[in-house]
């Protein structure tokens, strides 16, 4: 989930809420939702969380590593597709934003069941 990534981060950085909160110009206690899950944070707030932590909103939307950590280095056109949508995402209002990350969560956790479901029936040799 995004906010368990978040917290990740922000502890690998040694930071608390409060400071989290600081650098992203946001409350400490959005900041405490977010990583509960019970908030996901608009277009611009991806924006500073990928410039905090220097990591890719691929990473922080979806959880996907390379070698260099949380660094994720798309291809040239993922990264131009990425981008597209960086630049949509600005354009819409919070709650678009808020939707259009809750689908990509929801559609990611979808992904990950039916991948594990797959797998079991392999194991099982269904």
């Known amino acids: 989930m995004i906010g368990d990534r978040i917290k990740k981060l922000r502890k690998e950085k040694s930071l608390s809420q409060q400071e989290l909160a600081d650098l992203l ?3 400490p206690s959005y900041v405490s939702e977010i990583e509960k899950g019970k908030k996901i944070p608009g277009g611009n707030l991806l924006f500073s969380l990928k410039r905090v932590f220097g990591v890719s909103i691929d990473y922080l939307m979806s959880g996907e590593e390379d ?3 949380h660094i994720v280095q798309p291809a040239k056109q993922t990264s131009i597709v990425v981008d597209l949508i960086e ?3 600005l354009e819409m ?4 934003q808020r939707d259009v990350l809750k689908y990509a969560e929801e559609k990611k956790q979808l992904s990950e069941l039916l991948a594990k479901k797959k797998k079991r029936r392999a194991v099982n040799g269904d």
């Open 93 to 96: 209002n919070e709650e678009a």
């Open 67 to 69: 070698a260099n950590n």
């Open 25 to 27: 110009d946001t409350s």
């Open 87 to 89: 630049k949509l995402l």
